[in-house]
């Protein structure tokens, strides 16, 4: 039955190499690999191909249960799709078999666990941005807009907000927030 493996990373500055080799190791004769968040499954084309490509018989393979999901819920989803199209959920190294009771329950725990460093890490982060805030020094992202040079393509160069838009590669309601108005009346 063949083996199909998935990687997953959070970040773009995060490495794949460790999971691809232990993936590869394990028999997989094809890897799908991202680098996208694992708390919800959209934005993940990489794993929309592999579970479109899987058949009844084959095998989905990770390093970990968290690289396939993040959220309880979703690995709930996935869980019960691969089952009822005949696929098996495999972990190197983690004892994962849906095929039990006991190994459900682990799975669900391995899952719940994900889910609750998420949500930690974010707590943090938020905790964290909120601190900076407090003195002053957490701005948030620098501005993409330069208002003043919306202003200029408004004053000296006579353009609309359709126009200035489509120049500075914005969208119109951005040149509306910027001009202070809510219509089309510039």
């Known amino acids: 039955m063949p083996s199909y493996g998935y990687a997953r990373v959070s970040t773009a500055d995060q490495d794949l190499a460790l999971q691809h080799a232990t993936l590869a190791a394990a028999g997989c004769e094809v890897i799908r690999a991202e680098k996208a968040s694992g708390a919800r499954r959209d934005g993940r084309t990489e794993l929309r191909t592999l579970l479109d490509f899987l058949r009844p ?32 959920l495999r972990a190197t190294e983690q004892p994962v078999n849906t095929g039990t009771a006991a190994g459900k329950a682990f799975l669900d725990m391995l899952g719940v666990f994900a889910e609750f460093e998420t949500n930690l890490r974010r707590e943090r982060q938020s905790e964290g941005i909120a601190a900076a805030k407090g003195q002053g020094v957490y701005k948030g992202r620098k501005p993409s807009i330069d208002p003043a040079e919306v202003r200029h393509l408004r004053d000296q160069e006579e353009l609309g907000p359709a126009a200035i838009a489509k120049q500075l590669g914005i969208s119109r309601a951005s040149v509306y927030r910027v001009l202070g108005t809510r219509t089309g009346s510039v």
Do not use: F, M
């Open 57 to 88: 018989g084959d095998t989905l393979v990770v390093t970990r249960i968290d690289r396939l999901a993040r959220s309880l819920k979703d690995l709930q989803d996935l869980v019960h799709e691969l089952k009822g199209r005949g696929v098996a």
